[in-house]
């Protein structure tokens, strides 16, 4: 079925250090990709999204690129700060369908 | 603009009983969702609403669970004779219509079964 797969947090940086969170997919046809951002105690927020092939998504200096060959959307940001730690989940949304479809999510704490 | 709002955001309640769980879409969003988040785990959908219909309801358990969205009022998430798995986040969604792929989230009601 389709699904999402996601690194295991969590992922512990440096301020101003370069952030990767990996995430691949598996769906049958052509989804559509997202980022969501969950901070503490909030709901999730739509951090970027890329609509098909070789689209890049970016937002607040996160970027991803929608990666059909390695059915891949891996997140980035050259230099994070302590107000990005929070949970981030991948998710894909088929186009027949309006329902998203989450990876387990990825913790990211940053410290000074 | 007020977001999306649920209530209560935390809600106890003993083995048995009943609980019931409150969305509010934006405004102007007549389509709403829910997901569920058990510890540790990701966002699984369970219940997509337009008013009045359900249009998918693929993931919800069989049995004790229901959802409505009436034409007036909230969204409202049912869960009869709660038993301790039940005890997870639930997370409500809202868009403006059918495609536009971007929900928006509230901020969660996470429910506790003693």
């Known amino acids: 079925g389709d699904s999402v797969t996601q690194m295991e947090g969590p992922v512990t940086l440096s301020e101003e250090a370069f952030l990767t969170i990996n995430c691949t997919y598996t769906a049958t046809g052509y989804p559509s990709l997202f980022w969501y951002v969950q901070y503490p105690g909030e709901g999730l927020q739509l951090l970027l999204k890329?609509?098909?092939?070789?689209d890049k998504g970016s937002n607040k200096g996160f970027e991803a690129t929608y990666r059909k060959e390695t059915t891949s959307f891996h997140l980035e940001k050259g230099s994070v700060q302590v107000s990005d730690s929070a949970v981030y989940f991948c998710?894909?949304?088929?186009?027949?369908?309006?329902?998203?479809?989450f990876g387990t999510g990825t913790r990211l704490q940053v410290f000074p | 603009n007020a977001g999306v709002m649920q209530n209560p955001r935390h809600l106890v309640r003993r083995r048995g009983q009943e609980a019931r769980l409150r969305c509010s879409p934006m405004k102007g969003h007549s389509h709403v969702y829910w997901y569920r988040q058990l510890p540790e785990e990701g966002l699984k959908f369970m219940v997509y609403l337009q008013k009045e219909n359900i249009i998918d309801e693929s993931g919800m358990p069989k049995e004790r669970f229901s959802a409505e969205f009436p034409k007036e009022g909230p969204s409202i998430l049912r869960i009869q004779q709660v038993v301790r798995g039940d005890s997870a986040a639930y997370f409500c969604?809202?868009?403006?219509?059918?495609?536009?792929?971007?929900?928006?989230f509230g901020p969660g009601t996470r429910l506790t079964v003693t």
């Open positions: 969604a809202s868009s403006p219509q059918q495609g536009a792929y971007e929900q928006y």
């Open positions: 998710a894909l949304s088929l186009t027949n369908t309006d329902k998203l479809i």
């Open positions: 890329a609509t098909k092939a070789d």
